[in-house]
């Protein structure tokens, strides 16, 4: 038993308790989990002694953003690319370093792991402001790796010895860390977007290891299997997110474009679909007697009126013109027809408003002023709708047009 190096073991969970505060309790749990297993390894020979070290490693990955103080508010799709980077760079750089190394599973899946808190702790340092403090934990992870890999090299020589100075690069790794926190870094809000092409390159990557482990074709230990289906699995959630965040994104545009009274496009919609308009008629409509159905009887009757309008203007309609709200009492339709039959068209929606509405047993009755406007190519189409629509008000005919 080596006695120094269980001192030096309590003395490092010491410093690293007094830090907690700093930056949360993982940290913490994964070096607890290690120095149990540290001690169990140097009182017995049970395998079971490893159980901590594989505790160690997911723990500390997940304690990366905390001890680099990347902000709560980073979006959690930046995290999973970096694990994607990460997880497919320690694919391809494990498969060719360790490739012709003759040791066990355990003692190849350490330095596996150091390699993916390498490349995640690189990533996190080239992604923030360097200082004092990114820097000593970037040294603990480079230590602590560079211990395991020696510590491999030992054991494939049959050279490890229990009680070798060796031992105390992983406390002088870990114990880098610790220091790290008591240091107060530069936080950033900031967090760039990974690039499409390593993302891409990391997912490729890791299924070309995947076939060539299930193909016999390289000396690649099997051991590489699972950061390879780690990478796959992770761009899949990301895909998945992705997708996901797509379908909102469309859905939130479309609502953009949606009246919320009446469901019918919105003067956005009808703005955006006018500006690709080649051919046809214009209709501008506006409500006659709205308000003072308003003033009489409340916004929530004139509301329900707009929508009983809007239904009656919708059924009136040919199923490929466009029905939009514009606003207030004022509709609007984009109609593929020559100039006769908008005028026609014209008619038939006013016609809708020729018999009352009911609402909450009162019989309201409206009317509707028509401009009617063919297309003829001119950029002022809505104006002369507009002058049309009034017009038709003024002289209180009903629909007022403006052919070519």
């Given at each position: 038993?080596d006695l120094p190096y269980l001192v030096a073991c309590a003395a490092l969970f010491l410093i690293s308790y007094f830090a907690k505060h700093r930056?949360?309790?993982?940290?913490?749990?994964?070096?607890?989990?290690?120095?149990?297993?540290?001690?169990?390894?140097?009182?017995?020979?049970?395998?079971?002694?490893?159980?901590?070290?594989?505790?160690?490693?997911?723990?500390?990955?997940?304690?990366?953003?905390?001890?680099?103080?990347?902000?709560?508010?980073?979006?959690?799709?930046?995290?999973?690319?970096?694990?994607?980077?990460?997880?497919?760079?320690?694919?391809?750089?494990?498969?060719?370093?360790?490739?012709?190394?003759?040791?066990?599973?355990?003692?190849?899946?350490?330095?596996?792991?150091?390699?993916?808190?390498?490349?995640?702790?690189?990533?996190?340092?080239?992604?923030?402001?360097?200082?004092?403090?990114?820097?000593?934990?970037?040294?603990?992870?480079?230590?602590?790796?560079?211990?395991?890999?020696?510590?491999?090299?030992?054991?494939?020589?049959?050279?490890?010895?229990?009680?070798?100075?060796?031992?105390?690069?992983?406390?002088?790794?870990?114990?880098?860390?610790?220091?790290?926190?008591?240091?107060?870094?530069?936080?950033?809000?900031?967090?760039?977007?990974?690039?499409?092409?390593?993302?891409?390159?990391?997912?490729?990557?890791?299924?070309?290891?995947?076939?060539?482990?299930?193909?016999?074709?390289?000396?690649?230990?099997?051991?590489?299997?699972?950061?390879?289906?780690?990478?796959?699995?992770?761009?899949?959630?990301?895909?998945?997110?992705?997708?996901?965040?797509?379908?909102?994104?469309?859905?939130?545009?479309?609502?953009?474009?949606?009246?919320?009274?009446?469901?019918?496009?919105?003067?956005?919609?009808?703005?955006?679909?006018?500006?690709?308009?080649?051919?046809?008629?214009?209709?501008?409509?506006?409500?006659?007697?709205?308000?003072?159905?308003?003033?009489?009887?409340?916004?929530?009757?004139?509301?329900?009126?707009?929508?009983?309008?809007?239904?009656?203007?919708?059924?009136?309609?040919?199923?490929?013109?466009?029905?939009?709200?514009?606003?207030?009492?004022?509709?609007?339709?984009?109609?593929?027809?020559?100039?006769?039959?908008?005028?026609?068209?014209?008619?038939?929606?006013?016609?809708?408003?020729?018999?009352?509405?009911?609402?909450?047993?009162?019989?309201?009755?409206?009317?509707?002023?028509?401009?009617?406007?063919?297309?003829?190519?001119?950029?002022?189409?809505?104006?002369?709708?507009?002058?049309?629509?009034?017009?038709?008000?003024?002289?209180?005919?009903?629909?007022?047009?403006?052919?070519?």
């Amino acid at each position: 038993m080596d006695l120094p190096y269980l001192v030096a073991c309590a003395a490092l969970f010491l410093i690293s308790y007094f830090a907690k505060h700093r930056n949360g309790a993982l940290f913490l749990y994964a070096l607890l989990a290690w120095i149990i297993s540290a001690i169990c390894s140097q009182l017995f020979t049970s395998g079971w002694s490893s159980a901590g070290y594989l505790i160690f490693y997911p723990v500390i990955f997940g304690a990366i953003p905390k001890l680099f103080e990347i902000s709560q508010d980073t979006q959690m799709v930046r995290l999973i690319d970096g694990s994607v980077i990460t997880l497919g760079s320690s694919t391809v750089i494990s498969a060719f370093v360790l490739r012709h190394l003759p040791a066990d599973f355990i003692h190849i899946f350490y330095p596996i792991c150091d390699l993916i808190l390498l490349i995640a702790v690189l990533i996190a340092v080239s992604r923030r402001p360097l200082n004092l403090r990114s820097s000593l934990i970037t040294s603990g992870f480079a230590i602590f790796a560079a211990t395991d890999f020696l510590f491999l090299w030992l054991v494939t020589k049959n050279n490890y010895q229990m009680t070798s100075l060796m031992n105390y690069g992983w406390i002088l790794g870990l114990l880098f860390i610790a220091i790290g926190q008591y240091f107060r870094g530069i936080k950033s809000e900031e967090f760039p977007p990974f690039s499409t092409f390593y993302f891409g390159l990391s997912v490729l990557s890791s299924a070309l290891m995947l076939s060539a482990i299930a193909l016999h074709k390289f000396q690649i230990p099997n051991l590489i299997i699972a950061p390879a289906l780690a990478t796959l699995l992770a761009s899949f959630i990301r895909m998945a997110i992705a997708l996901k965040v797509s379908e909102k994104l469309i859905s939130e545009e479309s609502l953009a474009k949606i009246d919320d009274l009446t469901g019918l496009p919105n003067r956005r919609r009808f703005i955006s679909e006018l500006e690709r308009y080649l051919n046809g008629s214009i209709l501008l409509m506006d409500l006659d007697g709205f308000k003072p159905v308003n003033d009489q009887h409340g916004h929530e009757t004139g509301d329900e009126l707009l929508r009983m309008v809007s239904n009656r203007f919708r059924k009136a309609i040919p199923d490929d013109a466009l029905l939009a709200r514009l606003g207030g009492d004022e509709f609007a339709v984009l109609v593929h027809e020559d100039y006769e039959s908008a005028l026609e068209l014209a008619m038939a929606i006013r016609a809708t408003c020729s018999y009352p509405f009911t609402i909450a047993g009162n019989q309201i009755q409206i009317d509707v002023s028509i401009g009617c406007v063919a297309n003829d190519g001119r950029n002022d189409l809505m104006s002369r709708a507009d002058t049309a629509m009034y017009q038709a008000k003024r002289a209180r005919v009903g629909v007022w047009a403006q052919g070519t």
